[in-house]
């Protein structure tokens, strides 16, 4: 079922959890994702980003097509649009929901080209992701490469801009940590910013690496999607490498693949607290065809 990403979170906020949004870049990541939400019966949210894949207008159909089939609610997003001609291209393709990442300029900067992006994506019914404060990258050691969120500004720049959702910084990044680092998440600053933005959904970034029990954590304090893909990735990459392919198990290669990252986002969809959280249209809630009378 192919929904937008706001009526996903929406439900989140108002109902205490977070969903899944793992990065897909081919047919075979998101199927195995798709595998995922409908066996623990969760929304779910696509993310794709917009150099991750050769031809995005082709790609985001065929997410369209995926999503359409599936028995769960699915947003397929645009992760850390760099400029309005990538969101304009992800529409085009057939994407329900946007990011615009502008959280690297000075929050004016940030605010106004924000809101030029959520005025485009309404008006063709798409919803929005912004980001305040910046999340950098776990193999980055310069301290200005990110900045957490100030919970002092969170509700203005919800109000200037009229987002759907905002990414913050609570000290997470992007990526792989070094050896033995495990990021610590400031769960006092999400407090107070929840507490400023009230039943208005919240986004986590780079969450890989991450304690299982800090993101449980941050999802019960407000946190409502959560962007996931190194582990996913890893998680892949170890059950290709624990396999035999002696003769023709070699065919079996992509489906196990596959099965590793599927069994991981599973785990992760009982963390975040969605799953049985999917709902789908009663028969009520159809349109009703209308017959001519003999």
């Not at 305040?132 to 990110?146: E, F, I, K």
């Amino acid at each position: 079922m192919l929904v937008t990403m706001k009526e996903i979170l929406d439900r989140a906020s108002e109902k205490g959890y977070a969903v899944a949004a793992p990065n897909v870049d081919n047919e075979l990541n998101a199927r195995a994702c798709i595998e995922a939400a409908e066996e623990k019966h969760a929304p779910l949210i696509l993310d794709v980003a917009f150099r991750a894949v050769p031809d995005l207008y082709f790609f985001g159909h065929e997410l369209r097509t995926l999503a359409c089939q599936s028995c769960v609610p699915i947003a397929i997003n645009l992760d850390h649009g760099a400029d309005l001609e990538q969101v304009q291209k992800a529409i085009q393709a057939g994407f329900t929901s946007v990011m615009i990442d502008r959280s690297a300029c000075p929050d004016d900067v940030n605010i106004k080209e924000v809101r030029e992006v959520v005025r485009l994506a309404h008006a063709a019914g798409i919803s929005v992701e912004a980001e305040l404060g910046h999340v950098g990258y776990g193999d980055q050691t310069d301290p200005r490469s990110c900045w957490l969120t100030d919970p002092a500004g969170v509700k203005r720049y919800i109000e200037e801009t009229q987002v759907d959702c905002l990414a913050v910084a609570i000290g997470t990044a992007h990526g792989a940590y070094p050896q033995n680092v495990v990021p610590k998440l400031d769960l006092e600053r999400l407090v107070q910013i929840k507490a400023a933005v009230g039943n208005f959904p919240l986004v986590l970034h780079g969450s890989s690496g991450a304690d299982p029990q800090s993101l449980r954590e941050a999802c019960r304090l407000g946190i409502n999607k959560v962007n996931i893909n190194h582990d996913l990735c890893r998680a892949a990459a170890e059950a290709v490498k624990n396999e035999s392919f002696e003769g023709n198990r070699a065919y079996m290669i992509f489906r196990t693949a596959q099965l590793g990252l599927k069994q991981k986002l599973k785990e992760m969809i009982e963390i975040y607290g969605s799953q049985d959280q999917a709902w789908s249209l009663s028969p009520a809630g159809l349109p009703q065809v209308q017959f001519p009378k003999k």
